[in-house]
């Protein structure tokens, strides 16, 4: 039986060869990346979910991360976005801080960002909540080349001293630049695929600043008392979840329950002073949000133009609260009735 299945096989493979040809070679070439993502959708998650305090505070509503959905770009998802009325077409370049990058660089940027976000909602949750937290380390890592500016370092390098100098903010190391002279070079000791590496690299005058044309984020970590584990999917990476992170942080962490039992959804990033910052696809967000049913949404001051406009013009019933920066977040939500 077996052996009259295979002979069966091999026999049609032998007769359609041919067109199994033309099918693996079609596949192929749908599969054939583009420099687009596709947005298919957009919804939201509870971030109770990816966030857990030691011995935690209970609550009736629930905090939810607002997400958007994408595919990679391919010729196949590029054609279907325009069959497909609800996928909509975004050109990887304007993700971009300069035009060579890669999508891995793109990537890269967005899981750092991601790291900074989650550290940042710990500090400020704890801190409002006061609550022990203290900081342990910090990283600095190149996120980006800036066009025109030609060094041997690279995206995803860790920056760990300059001239054997390290400093523990990122505004002591520009300052450290300042010291130097335009064309002057300055030896980097970079930690690159586990791997430490020493690169020299040219100062560049800037109007009034010098710089080496790179973009640099430093991340700190902390540790806090009670313990917190934050671990977000990789699909949910960038800043855009700071805010509802912090929230729910501070949530856990204190008896009064901030979602008075509603289901509440945002995005914003969490800046180093609190604020609460802009983002992008912000009309995408509101509608996932709207169409998973959920009674509010926050949303960062220098978006809530824009996300009343299209509230108004699709008749969306959902409620929308705007922030500045995490402090007004907490003091709104307790005024709810």
Do not use: C
């Not at 009736?60 to 958007?68: A, E, L, M």
């Not at 002073?273 to 959920?294: F, H, N, R, W």
């Amino acid at each position: 039986m077996f052996k009259k299945l295979i002979t069966e096989i091999k026999n049609t493979i032998i007769e359609e060869y041919k067109f199994i040809i033309a099918l693996l070679l079609l596949y192929s070439i749908l599969q054939i990346p583009l420099n687009y993502y596709i947005v298919i959708g957009g919804g939201v998650s509870d971030v109770a979910k990816r966030i857990k305090v030691e011995d935690k505070y209970n609550s009736k509503g629930s905090f939810n991360i607002s997400y958007v959905s994408e595919l990679e770009g391919t010729i196949l998802t590029y054609a279907l976005s325009y069959i497909i009325p609800s996928w909509e077409r975004e050109d990887a370049d304007n993700y971009k801080y300069n035009p060579n990058e890669s999508i891995e660089d793109i990537d890269f940027r967005s899981d750092i960002d991601l790291k900074y976000a989650n550290e940042k909602a710990k500090y400020w949750a704890y801190t409002l909540a006061d609550k022990e937290v203290q900081e342990v380390s910090s990283k600095l890592y190149i996120i980006t080349i800036f066009d025109g500016y030609e060094t041997d370092l690279k995206v995803q390098d860790q920056i760990l001293s300059m001239d054997n100098h390290s400093y523990k903010t990122l505004k002591e190391y520009q300052d450290y630049l300042q010291t130097k002279e335009e064309n002057e070079f300055v030896e980097i000791k970079v930690l690159r695929n586990n791997k430490e590496k020493v690169i020299k690299s040219k100062l560049h005058k800037y109007k009034d600043r010098l710089i080496l044309g790179i973009g640099l984020e430093l991340i700190k970590e902390y540790k806090t008392d009670p313990k917190v584990k934050v671990k977000f999917k990789k699909s949910e990476s960038g800043p855009s979840a700071g805010l509802i992170a912090t929230l729910e942080i501070y949530n856990q962490l204190t008896k009064k329950d901030l979602t008075k039992g509603y289901k509440i959804a945002g995005t914003g990033t969490i800046e180093e002073d609190g604020t609460i910052g802009e983002i992008g696809g912000i009309t995408y967000k509101l509608l996932g949000a709207s169409k998973s049913k959920t009674d509010i949404f926050l949303v960062p001051a220098d978006n809530y133009q824009e996300a009343l406009k299209y509230k108004k013009k699709h008749h969306l019933k959902i409620k929308l609260i705007k922030v500045k920066n995490i402090e007004s977040a907490i003091n709104k939500l307790e005024e709810l009735k």
